[in-house]
């Protein structure tokens, strides 16, 4: 009898495997981080090889220590750093690169061409996105002209391209299947989220042949199944969505008007707004959250690039903390950052203000800052960043937030969720599963296999660890956002 459902979860720097069991409780769970490559200032790759052994071992591994049988494991789903991109090839399954990351400006000269030449609008009508190097069409283009020889291959149907999904499904399967879901295919500039279809106008702005893409199925059926080799027997595939519309599925944001916030390496705020695309005013993204039996639900999104990774740089850069979650007890030192700010535009400024040539500020030091107001400055930046979003969201969408959700490794950080909650004056709700993420794929793949029913069982599995009242005085939150704004006009167009 199923007993579990397994989450495949490729994040940007570590892969994780998780079993579930049916009240979205984790069973067990393994973890293992991958080297982060860095060719230049603001290029980031990774050895898909490396992505792949991580994951398989982590899968591995979580299925021996849980000593669940195979036959106890009703399907996996898989979620996956977004937009990042890997080419091979189709008779070798061989890479031709690394993985050019999500966070690669590497494209940003040709994305800035590309709006020059006017194609802006193109892009953002037929696909919900702005013409940014965060995204993958420019990525793949780039491969494709800097390989010498790569494109005629690619022409004559010998080079596979996949997000981060298809290549693990490529690789599960043996090689049998190429498919993606909505949710990844709506990050690459290449789909229409309105006709749900690749889009030939806009592979001719690349010159992407066609062929090379994957079939685009729906987030939760059955798409193939492991080989028999990798865990003893074949087990379905069945769930696919990006992290962060895994992470709002995971979080249950089934209903119009729901949104979740995911403090990980970056910081991601998705709103459902229902089966109508919302087209944003302000700067943010439309996507697709997930297709399920022909019904497509559809998400505003902020993305926010460094959250998580400002952290990282107190860490590793400035190093005042050895460990991420110290950052707490050092900026709980202080009652407040002494009107220090610091913005993390490390590689320039996500929604809504697009500012691709902003730069890492740090501002508002005198002789009397220490460590302690830096760190709690650093910190600070994740929520002001997000209220950034969020104001946008509801500005586009005319809804008014009543709570929002969250997760994310900084998200068990409890000085930063009680600031947001005080930054946004909403309460701010962390869900006992912290791995909402996994969670949704899980969700996904035991929803496409009868594991569990409807989407009410997956709801009523949703339960609180913490919730943030907000207590701080409208005159105080409206003072430290003005500040905020003014530092963020400093970052601009450093570059
Ligand atoms: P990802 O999936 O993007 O790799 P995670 O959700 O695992 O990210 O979160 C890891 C990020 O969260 C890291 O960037 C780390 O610096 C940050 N982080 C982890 N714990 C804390 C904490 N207690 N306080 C603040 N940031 C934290």
């Known amino acids: 009898m199923a007993k579990y459902v397994l989450a495949l979860d490729q994040g940007t720097t570590s892969s994780r495997s998780i079993l579930f069991n049916h009240q979205g409780q984790i069973e067990a769970t393994a973890q293992q981080e991958f080297e982060q490559i860095f060719p230049s200032p603001g290029l980031v790759e990774h050895n898909p090889e490396a992505i792949w052994d991580s994951q398989l ?3 591995q591994k979580v299925i021996r220590q849980s000593g669940a049988d195979l036959s106890e494991i009703a399907a996996i789903g898989i979620t996956n750093q977004r937009e990042t991109i890997v080419l091979w090839d189709r008779d070798t399954g061989k890479p031709v690169s690394n993985a050019i990351v999500w966070q690669s400006r590497l494209t940003a000269g040709r994305c800035d061409q590309l709006k020059a030449e006017g194609y802006e609008k193109l892009f953002r009508e037929k696909t919900g996105l702005v013409l940014d190097a965060y995204f993958s069409g420019s990525k793949i283009e780039y ?5 010498s020889g790569l494109r005629d291959q690619a022409k004559a149907g010998k080079i596979l391209m996949g997000t981060i999904d298809t290549f ?36 001719d702005v690349f010159d992407i042949p066609r062929y090379m893409l994957p079939e685009v199925k729906s987030s939760s059926e059955v798409y193939g199944e492991t080989t028999s080799e990798l865990f003893g027997a074949p087990i379905k595939i069945a769930g696919i969505a990006g992290d962060q519309q895994a992470a709002t599925f995971g979080q249950g944001c089934f209903e119009s008007g729901s949104a979740k916030n995911t403090y990980g390496t970056g910081c991601f705020m998705l709103m459902n707004t229902g089966e109508q695309p919302v087209l944003s005013d302000a700067g943010l993204l439309t996507t697709i959250g997930w297709s ?23 860490r590793d850069g400035l190093q005042i903390i050895k460990t991420a979650p110290e950052v ?52 600070e930046s994740l929520a002001y960043q997000s209220c ?19 997760d994310g490794g900084a998200a068990a950080n409890s000085l930063l969720m009680q600031f947001q909650a ?59 956002y003005q500040r905020w704004q003014k530092a963020i006009e400093r970052s601009k167009d450093w570059v």
Not at 366 to 378: L, N
Not at 459 to 466: E, F, M, P, R, V
């Open 168 to 203: 693990l499904i490529w690789r599960l399967t043996g090689g049998k299947v190429h498919v993606t879901d909505p949710s990844n295919a709506s990050r690459t500039l290449l789909y229409n989220i309105h006709t749900h279809e690749w889009d030939d106008e806009l592979l």
């Open 328 to 379: 707490e007890a050092l900026a709980s030192q202080v009652e407040d950052s002494g009107d220090v700010f610091f913005i993390p535009a490390f590689v320039g400024l996500g929604a809504p203000y697009w500012n691709q040539d902003a730069r890492g500020t740090l501002i508002g030091i005198t002789r009397g800052s220490t460590k302690e107001h830096i760190a709690r400055a650093v910190l």
């Open 388 to 406: 950034d979003v969020l104001h946008a969201m509801e500005q586009d969408s005319d809804i008014k937030l009543n709570s929002l959700k969250v």
């Open 57 to 59: 071992a982590t899968a």
């Open 422 to 480: 005080d930054m946004l004056d909403v309460p701010v709700q962390r869900p006992v599963v912290h791995e909402t993420t996994a969670l949704g794929a899980a969700y996904l793949a035991g929803l496409a296999v009868g594991f569990w029913q409807d989407q009410a069982e997956v709801t009523n599995n949703w339960a609180l660890d913490a919730e943030y009242q907000p207590s701080m005085e409208a005159s105080r939150r409206d003072h430290l």
């Open 143 to 147: 491969l494709l002209n800097e390989i």
């Open 292 to 314: 399920i039996n022909g019904k497509v639900t559809y998400c505003l999104e902020g993305s926010v690039f460094i959250a998580g990774a400002a952290i990282q740089w107190l």
